[in-house]
């Protein structure tokens, strides 16, 4: 296991995650709260084809609105709204934080996949 990040073996199992959520109808399962974003994408285009850039701007799209949310919960709560619990703020704070870090995990495959391929011989 790797001391400083997350192992392969974790990565597998996440995007396994993933790909099942992404199975599920949009409004069904734990995780209709997070939009797909290649189901976006398809609504956005007329043809059945994603565009990897579509896609990935919506995920960090998504990111980001995880980190706004989490922010606006934590100025809420520091400023004393009764409707904010400290168990809502760190959830919050949780899932953007864990947002970010896949997102961070996947701009370092991509960056290591782009060294692989621009050191190949031709």
């Known amino acids: 296991m790797n001391a400083g990040g997350i192992d392969a073996q974790r990565i597998s199992s996440m995007l396994a995650q993933l790909r099942a959520a992404a199975q599920r109808p949009e409004g069904l399962g734990a995780g209709a709260a997070i939009a797909n974003p290649v189901q976006k994408a398809n609504a956005a285009s007329p043809s059945n084809q994603v565009s990897f850039s579509d896609a990935l701007k919506a995920s ?12 606006t919960l934590g100025k809420e709560f520091a400023m004393g709204n009764d409707n904010v619990s400290l168990s809502d703020v760190m959830i919050a704070g949780q899932k953007a934080n864990i947002a970010f870090q896949a997102t961070v995990q996947v701009r370092n495959k991509l960056v290591s996949a782009y060294q692989d391929m621009m050191n190949m011989q031709v």
């Not at 960090?60 to 922010?71: A, F, H, K, T």
């Open 60 to 71: 960090l799209d998504q990111v980001n609105n995880m980190q706004v949310q989490s922010d």
